[in-house]
Nanobody
Framework: QVQLVESGGGLVQAGDSLRLSCAAS????????MGWFRQAPGKEREFVAG???????????YYADSVKGRFTISRDNAKNTVYLQMNSLKPEDTAVYYC?????????????????WGQGTQVTVSS
């Protein structure tokens, strides 16, 4: 089991960039597929980006259409950390961002398939 702690959120203007980090505890971090989700006030939690393995044991990434080309998920297993680089931010990206872990290689976009969650970090994009 891993525990997750997000950081890097803040208040930025439209067009700016932010990098979120998710630090994981535990020696088995590299065995988990990871995802980033977000939840805006009054809305359901939605998938943003994920990183998992393909059949050749290569990492693959996948994104929500709304962030494709603007956001990049990556991981550094030596640092037990997963990142979300967010560029060209828009006001509609405003939300609490959560990282999540699953031992299932998926790929999955459903929050129900991720069993471990961080506490979230607020991202606010002003217009």
């Amino acid at each position: 089991q891993v525990q997750l702690v997000e950081s890097g959120g803040g208040l930025v203007q439209a067009g700016d960039s932010l990098r979120l980090s998710c630090a994981a505890s535990g020696r088995t971090f590299s065995y988990y597929a990871m995802g980033w989700f977000r939840q805006a006030p009054g809305k359901e939690r939605e998938f943003v980006a994920g990183i998992t393995w393909n059949s050749a044991y290569k990492y693959v990434t996948y994104y929500a259409d709304s962030v494709k080309g603007r956001f990049t998920i990556s991981r550094d297993n030596a640092k037990n950390t997963v990142y979300l680089q967010m560029n060209s931010l828009k006001p509609e990206d405003t939300a609490v961002y959560y990282c999540a872990a699953t031992p299932n290689y998926g790929p999955s976009r459903s929050p129900a398939n991720f069993g471990t969650w961080g506490q979230g970090t607020q991202v606010t994009v002003s217009s």
